[in-house]
């Protein structure tokens, strides 16, 4: 005869054992130098150019466009560190009121060719 001793057992050993199956895991290792100081030094060229974009001719540039800030924003995202140090570069060589259309085309075009590659869906029509 079962008792309820020897079921709840047999119960118990099934919740363990599939919580032991779901729960993932934890990994550790360790964080480099240079890898925090890549994520920093991205976040603060990621600001330049948000900066340079909120400059009021960037952002009647980029309404022309149908864009807005937080379209680029969240497309930056997308971009490659590379990319992203290149724009950065590019925005501190503008002095202020000064050349923001010429940024704005670039990210556009830059925004254009991550659309035909396929990155983005921003032009449905290209």
């Known amino acids: 005869m079962i008792t309820s001793r020897s079921i709840s057992t047999v119960v118990a050993g099934c919740f363990l054992s599939v919580q032991l199956l ?3 895991a934890a990994h550790a290792a360790m964080v480099s130098t240079q ?5 920093e ?9 948000v900066s340079v974009l909120q400059r009021a001719e960037a952002s009647s540039m980029l309404a022309k466009n149908g ?6 924003e969240s497309r930056l995202q997308r971009l490659s560190n590379a990319e992203v140090a290149q724009l ?15 940024l704005v085309l670039v990210i556009f ?3 254009i060719l991550l659309d035909i590659l396929g990155v983005t869906d921003i032009f449905p029509r290209i």
Not at 41 to 49: D, F
């Open 22 to 24: 779901l729960v993932p």
């Open 35 to 39: 890898s925090v100081l890549q994520v």
């Open 41 to 49: 030094q991205r976040s603060a060229q990621e600001a330049r150019i």
């Open 67 to 72: 864009l807005n800030v937080e379209q680029v």
């Open 88 to 102: 950065a570069e590019r925005a501190d060589q503008i002095p202020a009121g000064e050349g923001a259309l010429e």
């Open 109 to 111: 075009l830059v925004l």
